[in-house]
Every structure is written in structure tokens, then in C-alpha cells.
């Protein structure tokens, strides 16, 4: 979603985009080794709250900070740093959660229904974003080029 955002509506070229995801991808990859530790520590509940929370703030974020031209360093890079970490902490915490007592031989089962229902709902977000953005001004071309701050 954030892709789409911010090369189809505010019109960055990919890799200043993908500069900007970056903070993602690295606090997932520092993250995750020390998940498994915290969910024995504090339990999923604790964790799946905490990321929920921690994501919707990441989007009121973006939302509060971006205005009409969103700043690379004010609006996007923190929210992909409170994104980057609840997709280390959640992902795993969610997982654990659904294949809770379930079979060892069913968690296979299990995780595929997860991460299906989570792709479906994704694609489903993924579609209806596109087609409302697809009439907005800065989608269409009708924008003022020297508003949008450029990463």
C-alpha cells in the first residue's frame, strides 16, 4: 500500500521509494531474532495488542504529519519505522497464537489459513485503494509538481 501511495499519488520514482521502505526491511530483519524471547516473556496477547496499537499510530502518522506534501523525513520514515517493527513482532506473535495447540501435524495446515486470510484481506484493501485513488487530483496529473517534496 505504502508503494502504491507513494508512487502513484505523490508521484516519488522507485528508488527513493524503496530508500524510504528500507527502515522496514531492517528493523524485521534486527527484530525477529529476538521475537521468539519476548512471546515467552510477555505472551502474544501482549505483543499482538502492542503492534495493533503501534500500527494504527504508524498510520495517524502519516496522516497527521503528511498534509499535502509529505516529507520524506518528517512523515514517511517514521511510520515505516513503527511498521518495520510491528511486521517483526506481529507476524511471529499471530503465527503462535493460531497454531496454538493445534497438532504438529496440523500447523502447516494452520499457518497456510493464516497467511492466506491475511493475502485475501491485503489484495482486497490493495483493490479498493486503487480504485479510489485513481480519482484523486494527484493521481490523474493535476497537481502543482513543486509541492511534492521529493525523499
Same mark, same amino acid.
Not at 496499537?53 to 498534509?67: C, F, I, K, P
Given at each position: 500500500?505504502?508503494?502504491?501511495? +507513494? !508512487?502513484?499519488?505523490?508521484?516519488?520514482?522507485?528508488?527513493?521509494?524503496?530508500?524510504? &521502505? &528500507?527502515?522496514?526491511?531492517? +528493523?524485521?530483519?534486527?527484530? %525477529?531474532?529476538? $521475537? #521468539?524471547?519476548?512471546?515467552?516473556? /510477555? #505472551? $502474544?496477547?501482549? +505483543?499482538? /495488542? %502492542?503492534?495493533?496499537? %503501534?500500527?494504527?499510530?504508524?498510520?495517524?502518522?502519516? &496522516?497527521?504529519?503528511?498534509?499535502? %506534501?509529505?516529507?520524506?523525513?518528517?512523515?514517511?520514515?517514521?511510520?515505516?519505522?513503527?511498521?518495520? #517493527?510491528? *511486521?517483526? *513482532?506481529?507476524?511471529?506473535?499471530?503465527?503462535?497464537?493460531?497454531? =496454538?495447540?493445534?497438532?504438529?501435524?496440523? !500447523? #502447516? &495446515?494452520?499457518?497456510? +489459513?493464516? !497467511?492466506?486470510?491475511?493475502?485475501?484481506?491485503?489484495?482486497?484493501?490493495?483493490?479498493?485503494?486503487?480504485?479510489?485513488?485513481?480519482?484523486?487530483?494527484?493521481?490523474?496529473? =493535476?497537481?502543482?509538481?513543486?509541492?511534492?517534496?521529493?525523499?
Amino acid at each position: 500500500m505504502m508503494t502504491l501511495y +507513494l !508512487q502513484d499519488v505523490l508521484h516519488r520514482s522507485p528508488l527513493p521509494v524503496a530508500m524510504a &521502505l &528500507l527502515p522496514a526491511g531492517v +528493523l524485521v530483519m534486527v527484530a %525477529s531474532p529476538i $521475537t #521468539g524471547k519476548l512471546i515467552d516473556r /510477555f #505472551g $502474544t496477547a501482549l +505483543l499482538i /495488542f %502492542s503492534v495493533m496499537a %503501534s500500527l494504527g499510530l504508524g498510520y495517524v502518522w502519516l &496522516l497527521v504529519s503528511s498534509g499535502t %506534501s509529505p516529507d520524506c523525513w518528517s512523515a514517511v520514515i517514521p511510520t515505516m519505522n513503527l511498521l518495520g #517493527g510491528d *511486521f517483526a *513482532f506481529g507476524s511471529s506473535s499471530i503465527m503462535s497464537q493460531a497454531t =496454538e495447540g493445534i497438532d504438529d501435524s496440523n !500447523q #502447516g &495446515l494452520v499457518s497456510g +489459513l493464516v !497467511q492466506t486470510s491475511g493475502r485475501a484481506g491485503s489484495t482486497a484493501t490493495s483493490r479498493t485503494r486503487t480504485s479510489t485513488w485513481r480519482d484523486h487530483p494527484r493521481v490523474r496529473g =493535476e497537481h502543482n509538481g513543486s509541492s511534492c517534496v521529493r525523499c
